[in-house]
């Protein structure tokens, strides 16, 4: 009879673990200017796959894309939320963020995901106020970790 105990045990606990497994609870979502209080990025560029033959990358123009941070440092989840001209610049960013690599800061020494965004500029003009009015259009406010 104990031995019958056991398995019921065992099983009980099987069944509650994928519950819990299935019950992953979304990272938080950091605002980019705060991303640097949880992960600091590794490198100061970043390599991008650019396709040999492409539209609209001699254009001024940007693309948010958005990320998780993942425990290892990696980044996942990555989708882009914008872009501006459409166009080649789409494909540059996502592989832009796939490349991305972060290392924790000594207040999330437990490696905590989390989920951020970034504006990637490309061919902006000399002139402050026209670099400003490339990037306004990817500019976003906020992001919901269910929809991203």
């Known amino acids: ?24 609870v979304p990272p938080k979502v950091v605002a980019p ?12 560029s970043v390599e991008a796959d650019v396709p040999n033959i492409a539209k609209r990358i001699d254009q001024p123009g ?13 980044t996942s989840s990555i989708k882009v939320q914008r872009v501006v001209p ?3 610049f789409r494909q540059i960013a996502q592989s832009m ?3 991305l690599h972060f290392e924790p800061t000594v207040s999330n020494a437990g490696r905590k ?3 951020s965004w970034l504006i990637f500029p490309f061919n902006l003009p000399a002139d402050p106020a026209a670099r400003a009015a490339v990037m306004q259009p990817c500019a976003i406010e906020k992001l ?5």
């Open 97 to 99: 963020a796939k490349n």
């Open 113 to 115: 995901a989390v989920m």
């Open 1 to 24: 009879m104990p031995c019958r105990y056991v398995v019921v045990v065992t099983l009980a606990l099987a069944c509650c673990g994928s519950a819990i497994a299935q019950s992953v």
């Open 33 to 44: 200017e705060k991303l640097a209080g949880y992960w600091t990025m590794i490198h100061s």
């Open 62 to 74: 940007c693309a948010t894309v958005s990320f998780v941070v993942s425990g290892d440092g990696n």
């Open 86 to 88: 459409e166009g080649d």
């Open 144 to 148: 919901d970790a269910k929809t991203s």
